[in-house]
């Protein structure tokens, strides 16, 4: 099992950037495949990005291409998301998650972290 902590969400302007972390507990980080997720109110969650155990693939759903970047340090036992040209449609609450799978698939993830919150103003 294993303990998830985001940070990093606020509140933003339209076009400009965040980098959310999420910090794991426990020696089974370099195990799982992380994962983002948001949920916006009234919507059903998404994964928005995923990635490899040892960051040998990289999914990042279509809401993010070209404006997100999945990246992880199994030495920190964090994986971070680099949110760029941020629009108001992202607003959500981020959170990250784990499991033993691939990547790109919601399927895989077992352990959820509480979320942090993003708004983006317009």
């Known amino acids: 099992q294993v303990q998830l902590v985001e940070s990093g969400g606020g509140l933003v302007q339209a076009g400009g950037s965040l980098r959310l972390s999420c910090a794991a507990s426990?020696?089974?980080?370099?195990?799982?495949?992380m994962g983002w997720f948001r949920q916006a109110p009234g919507k059903e969650r998404e994964l928005v990005a995923g990635?490899?155990?040892?960051?040998?693939?990289?999914y990042i759903a279509d809401v993010g291409k070209g404006r997100f970047t999945i990246s992880r340090d199994n030495a920190k036992n964090t994986v971070y998301l680099q949110m760029n040209s941020l629009k108001p449609e992202d607003t959500a609450v981020y959170s990250c998650?784990?499991?033993?799978?691939?990547?790109?698939?919601?399927?895989?993830?077992?352990?959820w972290g509480q979320g942090t919150q993003v708004t983006v103003s317009s």
């Open positions: 990635i490899s155990r040892n960051s040998g693939t990289a």
């Open positions: 998650a784990a499991g033993p799978g691939v990547p790109y698939s919601q399927s895989t993830y077992a352990y």
């Open positions: 426990g020696r089974t980080f370099s195990t799982y495949a």
